[in-house]
């Protein structure tokens, strides 16, 4: 049997799937956890890979290995490769005000959209670029290259290292904000006027499926790819399947065929992993709004969401606006979270534990709206993420999205796909193998466009000071 090793080194921990490169049965895997915050050492990626590599039994007798991790976080390296600081995550708000400036720069956000299919954002890594160059100038003077999570993990495992061997994939690179995955080229001009100097070494864009180096053990590396097209490629995603991932943050994407270009600024023109396109909406809060409030309520998930079928649909009229880490999308880096239609009587732990599902839920409907918006057919949801193990969770999607769901056993979906591209790697070819399907379960309802109606109602209520760069987030 020849084996592959899928890593997901995501903002939480970092997983190992050692799979059958045929069937695509898990034979081990292992995780470890890495540090909380929205700055990071990569060492303490690299240490709990090793980590997990312990876990999982090594990773010697595996024939290839790829890396999914998560998006838009900045790795800045000297000319000796060495770290210039720790990472800024994607969910590091402080470059905020950066992105507004360089949208405002570049002419708007419709250049942003037509150059690069993304409008600026304080989690997209040209901000996260700008703002290192306004307040850290000298870090930004000695970066000689930059690169991403999964770029810098792959490098460390390979058998030669030095800048000019970083590689990188279509779906990771297309959300920096300067890789355009149409044209499948780095626009150095737009990240030239966020450092405010000429580019820093960039990592080479490999093809879906193309060998980029050994490790010591000899084992091909994949291109790898960012957390949501390593997913999408786990599921096996195809045109008119849509993925709803609730983890840490909230996540709405599609395979397409044509890119999308929005200038508003909700949907980001991201590649996926098979060389289509995956547009995408992603919010700040995801399953945490559900850790939250269990945690006001003194009660642990499954008395969560007991509490919330038993109340009514719309909780009375109670919404809860889930921005409690500020918001991405819409743009609202400053905004807090907050109660509408507190009464005497919705004032229960049921109504609020339902209003905590449905605001989750409603704030993803928003994304597969505007996903819809940008011509993408929706003929199926599937949702995924450690928000779907919530019984309440999968019996309310349905009612709140309007249509019939689908929810995939639980399982490593981004170290899975990465594993699947490992495989293709192996085996070469223009298509991923076609591994065995996993069970789904199936959930229908009667819709409650109410429950939306009243959100939306609400939604916009957020103090108008919190709100960055309006014009990209007004509606």
Same mark, same amino acid.
């Given at each position: 049997?020849?084996?592959?090793?899928?890593?997901?080194?995501?903002?939480?921990?970092?997983?190992?799937?050692?799979? +059958?490169?045929?069937?695509? #049965?898990?034979?081990?895997?292992?995780?470890?956890?890495?540090?909380?915050?929205?700055?990071?050492?990569?060492?303490?990626?690299?240490?709990?890979?090793?980590?997990?590599?312990?876990?999982?039994?090594?990773?010697? =007798?595996?024939?290839?290995?790829?890396?999914?991790?998560?998006?838009?976080?900045?790795?800045?390296?000297?000319? %000796?490769?060495?770290?210039? #600081?720790?990472?800024?995550?994607?969910? +590091?708000?402080?470059?905020?005000?950066?992105?507004?400036?360089?949208?405002?720069?570049?002419?708007?956000?419709?250049?942003?959209? +037509?150059?690069?299919?993304?409008?600026?954002?304080?989690?997209?890594?040209?901000?996260?670029?700008?703002?290192?160059? =306004?307040?850290?100038? !000298?870090?930004?003077?000695?970066?000689?290259?930059?690169?991403?999570?999964?770029?810098?993990?792959?490098?460390?495992?390979?058998?030669? %290292?030095?800048?000019?061997?970083?590689?990188?994939? !279509?779906?990771?690179?297309?959300?920096?904000?300067?890789? =355009?995955?149409?044209?499948?080229?780095?626009?150095?001009?737009?990240?030239?006027?966020?450092?405010?100097?000429?580019?820093?070494?960039?990592?080479?864009?490999?093809?879906?499926? =193309?060998?980029?180096?050994?490790?010591?053990?000899?084992?091909?590396?994949?291109?790898?790819?960012?957390?949501?097209?390593?997913?999408?490629?786990?599921?096996?995603?195809?045109?008119?399947?849509?993925?709803?991932?609730?983890?840490?943050?909230?996540?709405?994407?599609?395979?397409?065929?044509?890119?999308?270009?929005?200038?508003?600024?909700?949907?980001?023109?991201?590649?996926?992993?098979?060389? #289509?396109?995956?547009?995408?909406?992603?919010?700040?809060?995801?399953?945490?709004?559900?850790?939250?409030?269990?945690?006001?309520?003194?009660?642990?998930?499954?008395?969560?969401?007991?509490?919330?079928?038993?109340?009514?649909?719309?909780?009375?009229?109670?919404?809860?606006?889930?921005?409690?880490?500020?918001?991405?999308?819409?743009?609202?880096?400053?905004?807090?979270?907050?109660?509408?239609?507190? #009464?005497?009587?919705?004032?229960?732990?049921?109504?609020?534990?339902?209003?905590?599902?449905?605001?989750?839920?409603?704030?993803?409907?928003?994304?597969? +709206?505007?996903?819809?918006?940008?011509?993408?057919?929706?003929?199926?949801?599937?949702?995924?993420?450690?928000?779907?193990?919530?019984?309440?969770?999968?019996?309310?999607?349905?009612?709140?999205?309007?249509?019939?769901?689908?929810?995939?056993?639980?399982?490593?979906?981004?170290?899975?796909?990465?594993?699947?591209?490992?495989?293709?790697?192996? !085996?070469?070819?223009?298509?991923?193998?076609?591994?065995?399907?996993?069970?789904?379960?199936?959930?229908?309802?009667?819709?409650?466009?109410?429950?939306?109606?009243?959100?939306?109602?609400?939604?916009?209520?957020?103090?108008?000071?919190?709100?960055?760069?309006?014009?990209?987030?007004?509606?």
């Amino acid at each position: 049997m020849t084996l592959v090793a899928g890593i997901d080194s995501s903002t939480q921990s970092c997983k190992i799937v050692v799979c +059958d490169a045929t069937t695509g #049965r898990i034979v081990r895997e292992g995780r470890a956890l890495h540090p909380s915050g929205t700055e990071v050492a990569p060492a303490a990626w690299r240490a709990a890979y090793e980590s997990a590599y312990s876990e999982a039994g090594g990773l010697d =007798d595996v024939a290839a290995i790829s890396v999914g991790a998560q998006q838009h976080g900045m790795v800045c390296l000297d000319d %000796r490769g060495e770290v210039v #600081r720790d990472a800024l995550l994607w969910n +590091d708000t402080r470059s905020a005000a950066a992105a507004v400036d360089l949208v405002a720069e570049a002419g708007g956000p419709a250049v942003w959209s +037509d150059a690069v299919g993304v409008v600026p954002l304080a989690a997209i890594t040209v901000a996260k670029a700008r703002w290192l160059a =306004d307040h850290e100038p !000298r870090n930004a003077e000695r970066t000689a290259a930059l690169c991403l999570p999964h770029d810098w993990l792959t490098w460390t495992m390979r058998s030669d %290292r030095d800048l000019g061997s970083l590689a990188t994939d !279509r779906s990771d690179a297309s959300g920096t904000g300067y890789f =355009d995955a149409c044209t499948n080229a780095y626009r150095q001009d737009l990240l030239e006027l966020a450092l405010r100097r000429p580019s820093p070494i960039l990592p080479r864009v490999a093809g879906p499926a =193309d060998c980029i180096g050994e490790t010591v053990s000899g084992a091909l590396l994949g291109p790898g790819a960012g957390d949501n097209a390593a997913g999408a490629l786990a599921l096996e995603v195809g045109e008119g399947d849509v993925i709803v991932s609730i983890g840490t943050s909230g996540v709405v994407c599609a395979v397409s065929s044509t890119p999308a270009r929005d200038a508003a600024g909700y949907v980001a023109g991201f590649a996926d992993a098979t060389g #289509r396109h995956l547009p995408l909406v992603c919010t700040l809060n995801g399953a945490r709004v559900l850790d939250a409030t269990a945690r006001m309520l003194g009660v642990d998930h499954t008395e969560l969401a007991r509490l919330a079928l038993t109340a009514p649909p719309g909780s009375d009229g109670l919404v809860l606006i889930p921005y409690l880490e500020g918001e991405r999308t819409p743009n609202r880096p400053g905004a807090t979270g907050a109660l509408h239609g507190l #009464r005497l009587t919705t004032a229960t732990p049921a109504h609020l534990a339902r209003a905590a599902f449905e605001g989750l839920l409603c704030s993803l409907a928003d994304g597969v +709206d505007h996903i819809e918006a940008q011509g993408t057919e929706v003929r199926r949801v599937l949702l995924v993420g450690g928000g779907a193990r919530s019984s309440a969770l999968c019996e309310l999607a349905p009612t709140v999205l309007g249509m019939p769901v689908d929810v995939p056993e639980p399982g490593e979906y981004v170290a899975r796909g990465a594993a699947r591209q490992a495989a293709w790697v192996l !085996r070469g070819g223009a298509e991923p193998p076609q591994w065995e399907p996993g069970a789904t379960r199936h959930y229908e309802a009667d819709p409650t466009p109410h429950v939306r109606e009243r959100y939306a109602e609400v939604r916009d209520l957020t103090d108008g000071s919190e709100i960055v760069g309006e014009s990209l987030s007004a509606g």
